[in-house]
């Protein structure tokens, strides 16, 4: 009896780790591979990179999706993380060329010396704030 006395905070730590920890995170793998496996055809779906498409072909192991008009992606199916039910609208989205590095519409038909953030810069490189020049190293 003494050797079951001592095996039992194991047990109960195991099986609190199993009702906490190992069921749950089993459920959900098996939810996704199930929403993975369901994809069709005229689906919406989400990517782990954070890719949104629509499907247009759909094989065992891999998808075609349409990320914009006429832009085609092949992809794992297992890249899937979830099918939208609310499909996103992407068609009023700017251009690429329109977009500036945070995302926000600039002009592009700023003159070739200005930056992305409207400062200017002389001979063709970007100066530093103390006139150096921040893409070489420098020798001390």
């Known amino acids: 009896m003494n050797g079951l006395e001592q ?12 009702l ?6 089993r459920k959900r793998q098996q939810e ?22 629509h499907v247009r072909e759909a094989g065992s192991e891999f998808l075609k999706l349409e990320i914009s008009p006429g832009a085609h992606l092949t992809v794992a199916r297992q890249a899937v993380v979830r099918t ?13 060329d329109e ?7 600039y002009d592009d038909t700023a003159d070739d010396d200005t930056t992305y953030d409207g400062t ?20 001390s």
Do not use: C, K, M, N
């Open 7 to 18: 095996l039992l905070p194991f047990v109960l730590i195991f099986l609190a780790f199993w």
């Open 84 to 96: 939208l039910v609310d499909p996103v609208d992407t068609t009023d989205l700017p251009e690429d």
């Open 32 to 53: 996704l591979a199930r929403a993975q496996g369901e994809v069709v055809i005229g689906d919406q779906v989400l990517l782990s990179a954070g890719i949104v498409g």
């Open 99 to 105: 977009l500036a590095h945070d995302g926000s519409a």
């Open 120 to 139: 200017t810069y002389e001979g063709g490189t970007d100066r530093g704030p103390d006139g150096s020049d921040p893409h070489r190293p420098t020798t």
């Open 20 to 25: 906490l920890l190992i069921r749950p995170q």
